[in-house]
């Protein structure tokens, strides 16, 4: 018994050294986190939403992460995951966006690049023009993406310049957008918006309604209506996102609906850069109940000298919380 008691002791003293270090190490994302959601977070034993994101930014180094960020090496994933979902089709991809082909741009096109977020160009009959693009995407090649907020995974993706397809999104009939969060398989909550509109409305991992807003549109004379056809499609999406997803602690799985149906949208590693919140705290309880921190890649793999140390106890305080919420408690 007292040996069980020394080893929760260490445990407790090696998460504590852990969070000073971490604290100290990376300050500005720390004081970011502070300025963001209010309180003083623990990056080094997370347990809440916002806490678990900034410990995969910090700490959670998986390879995946990185050719999941990549919006090329991204497209070519769910192709293989989820062959009967489709893709919007790449019509051209470079390193050099003086090479695009002027008469690429003559139809209704997206401009993309392969690094970074919010980084798109719609083109539609020529406009804008070819000169406008060519400096827009030189300065976006240029640019360190997800450097402020600490999101790593981009920063070894090689930029590149693409040009999509433009789809044409269903918007007023039902929605543009549908976004999947998958915990380990499973779905925490879904997230249906159109952003033509500005309306939005949340989904249980089943596809039951669920009240409260999205920081994008929290008013609640934004919420978006919920019809057979949106039902539909929100429980096609839970039924296809596990696929993409696979056995990630946690992924965004996000879908662009269009008048002929679902399409592949991106795999967001960082979903709003790791700061989200929802008006219904049953968003983040679902959240931080469902992400297993034990099945991360940090965990997964073996470790030696300190960080061994801090593995050890991390997973054992994983397996305490996951004892707690098996028995009911907090």
Not at 184 to 197: M, P
Not at 263 to 289: F, K, M
């Amino acid at each position: 018994m007292w040996a069980c008691v020394d080893l929760r002791a260490r445990h407790r003293l090696v998460l504590a050294v852990a969070r000073a270090v971490l604290t100290l190490r990376h300050p500005a994302l720390i004081a970011r986190f502070v300025m963001k959601l209010g309180y003083l977070p623990n990056p080094a034993a997370p347990t809440r939403y916002n806490e678990l994101m900034l410990w995969r930014k910090i700490v959670d180094r998986n390879p995946r992460f990185v050719m999941l960020t990549d919006k090329l090496a991204a497209k070519a994933y769910i192709r293989a995951a989820c062959p009967e979902l489709p893709v919007a089709e790449t019509l051209w991809a470079g390193r050099n966006p003086e090479d695009i082909p002027a008469g690429l741009l003559a139809g209704n096109v997206v401009v993309k690049v392969s690094h970074g977020c919010a980084m798109n160009i719609f083109v539609s009959a020529g406009r804008p023009a070819w000169s406008e693009i060519v400096r827009k995407a030189r300065r976006w090649l240029g640019k360190n993406y997800g450097r402020r907020n600490g999101e790593w995974a981009y920063w070894p993706i090689e930029p590149a310049v693409f040009i999509e397809e433009r789809l044409t999104l269903a918007s007023v009939s039902i929605a543009t957008d549908i976004k999947v969060h998958v915990c380990s398989g499973d779905i925490s909550h879904v997230w249906a918006e159109d952003k033509l509109a500005g309306r939005s409305h949340l989904f249980d991992g089943e596809g039951h309604p669920l009240s409260g807003r999205d920081p994008d549109y929290p008013r609640e004379d934004q919420s978006l209506p919920v019809g057979p056809a949106l039902l539909d499609l929100v429980r096609q999406t839970i039924a296809l996102a596990p696929n993409i997803a696979g056995d990630l602690d946690h992924a965004r799985v996000d879908f662009l609906v269009t008048d002929k149906g679902l399409y592949a949208g991106e795999i967001c590693i960082y979903s709003a850069a790791g700061y989200g919140t929802w008006t219904n705290p049953v968003i983040a309880a679902r959240l931080e109940r469902f992400w297993r921190l034990e099945d991360s890649a940090y965990l997964k793999r073996p470790h030696r000298g300190v960080n061994r140390l801090y593995a050890e106890a991390l997973r054992a305080r994983c397996a305490m919380r996951g004892s707690d919420k098996f028995h009911g408690r907090t």
